[in-house]
Each structure stands twice: as structure tokens, then as C-alpha cells.
């Protein structure tokens, strides 16, 4: 039952709160005092289109907001599904429209997808106008009524409960093939790296043999560049006599001859001798 209906900047209405006693509730006018605009805010309850043309001239949006009281909690199911809180029966029904067109809804201020707010709108307003397909023509609101008649209302919570239970168990299945799927492909990489590293024939030792190697070629590469050209240049000036060094020369030429001959891979010492 809708128990209080607030507007904001919708239309022709800045600012209006009404509070709807018990039982039958009579809105009387004459044409256009505004009958229809409150049927208009109210059936943006139910998930009705809306645009930026509803908003009030000036102000930047609109806001309907809607109190109602249920008779029974046929809605529990469907506003759990939807992670909303379910306080005793109370649901505050809101909507948003701003002026870019776009529109937020809530129930009990958790904000929900447009079709939630129209399948839970729909069970709780039922609007009869010209042309309008009525309500009592849904099959599961002809089902909620007849539930509620027959006093079903134990057997609908344990089907609920069960239905939940079995949504549980078909989510914690599909997680643990997820998490299956992925350990086998883990598996295989992990198998094809080990018969790559066991193929490889890979000793105790090769890495630090390996690694002198290179440092050794390293240094060939740099005494090639440098003092190499340089022990050449004292041998063509004729710096070398008898099998050392000219005086004034010595220290430079015996240096760059022990690199130039490190690089070759004999001993300077015996070189120079």
C-alpha cells in the first residue's frame, strides 16, 4: 500500500508531499489541476520512460519518492536476489532524473538496475488508464495473488531458501572448475619448462664456467680496441730493442705489450723477459 508520495521539480510541481490514510483513497479536480501529473510522478515509480522535459524550468532535476507497506514479503526473494535490505515490509522507492536525461533508482537507498525498479514497481502499483495493459494479466502476479489467498507463504520460503541454496552450490561448482581449469594449464606449463631445463643437460657448475668465459671475452674484446693498437705503435716506431723496451718507455710500452699480449693469450712476463 503507498503510504506517502513525494515530488520535487517535477513538471508544473516544485515541491509536493502527500500521506495516503488506510483503505480507499479518492483524488477529485477539475481538468487540469493536476490529476494526472501525480499519476505521471507515480508511475516513474514503476519504471515508466522518462526525459530531461519532466524537470521543472530552472532546476538542474527531479525526484520522486514513494513509501509503501507490504501486507506480506512475496517482494523478500526478489529484493534479496538484488542485495537489497529488506526492512519489515518498509520500502522507500526512489528516482532520480537529471537533466542529461539519465535516471538512478533506489529501494531502501540501495541503487538498483531500471528493470529491478520496474518488476518490483509493477507488483506495487498498479496503474489502469486507456490503452495501458493492466497488471492482472502478468502470470506471476496472477501466481502472487493466488499464493497469498492460498496461504503459501511458509512453502514460498522454503522454495525461496532451496532456489537460493542451489544458486550457492552452482556458483562454488563453477569457482572450483575455474580454479581446476586453471592448475591443469599450470600444470602443463610448469611439465614443459622441466622437459625443457632436462633436455638442456644442464651440469653443477656450467653457469660459473660459462660466466668466466664471457668475462674472458670481454676483456679480449677491450685490450683488441685499445692497447693492442697501442704495443703495434711502439713496434713500428722501433721502441723494442733486444727484447725489451727503449728507455723512457719502458713502463708504458711493458703495459700496453702485457695487455697486448693478454689479449693473444701468452704471458707478458715471458714476452718480456
Known amino acids: 500500500m503507498l503510504s506517502k508520495l513525494s515530488i520535487s521539480n517535477y513538471i508544473l510541481i516544485d515541491s509536493l508531499e502527500i500521506s495516503f490514510p488506510g483503505g480507499l483513497g479518492i483524488i477529485t479536480g477539475q481538468t487540469g489541476a493536476g490529476k494526472s501529473i501525480l499519476l505521471g510522478a507515480l508511475s516513474l515509480l514503476t519504471g515508466a520512460k522518462a526525459d530531461a ?3 521543472s524550468e530552472g532546476a538542474d532535476s527531479c525526484v520522486v519518492e514513494g513509501e509503501f507497506s507490504l501486507p506480506n514479503g512475496s517482494l523478500r526473494p526478489l529484493l534479496e536476489e538484488n542485495e537489497v535490505e529488506w526492512d519489515g515490509g518498509e520500502l522507500i ?3 532520480v532524473l537529471n537533466r542529461s536525461g539519465r535516471t538512478r533508482s533506489f529501494i531502501n537507498d540501495s541503487p538498483v538496475p531500471l528493470g529491478v525498479l ?32 492460498a496461504g503459501n507463504d511458509a512453502l514460498l520460503k522454503e ?6 541454496l542451489l544458486i550457492t552450490r552452482q556458483k562454488e561448482l563453477s569457482e572450483a572448475e575455474e580454479r581446476l581449469s586453471k592448475l591443469s594449464s599450470e600444470r ?19 653457469l660459473a664456467e660459462l660466466e668466466e668465459e664471457q668475462k674472458k671475452a670481454c676483456q679480449r674484446r677491450i685490450y683488441q680496441r685499445s692497447p693492442a693498437r697501442g704495443a703495434k705503435y711502439l713496434f713500428a716506431r722501433g721502441r723494442y730493442e733486444c727484447g725489451c723496451f727503449a728507455e723512457g718507455s719502458g713502463a708504458t710500452a711493458r703495459k700496453g705489450f702485457g695487455l697486448y699480449s693478454f689479449a693473444w693469450g701468452f704471458a707478458p712476463e715471458a714476452a718480456l723477459a
Open 53 to 55: 522535459s519532466m524537470i
Open 93 to 95: 522507492i526512489r528516482r
Open 118 to 149: 520496474s518488476e518490483v514497481g509493477k507488483q506495487l502499483v498498479d496503474i489502469h488508464s486507456q490503452h495501458q495493459t493492466a497488471l492482472l494479466a502478468d502470470s506471476r502476479f496472477q501466481l502472487s495473488v493466488l499464493d497469498y489467498f
Open 159 to 164: 522454495c525461496s531458501d532451496a532456489w537460493k
Open 188 to 206: 602443463d606449463y610448469v611439465q614443459a619448462r622441466y622437459k625443457t631445463l632436462n633436455d638442456a643437460g644442464l651440469r653443477e657448475g656450467e
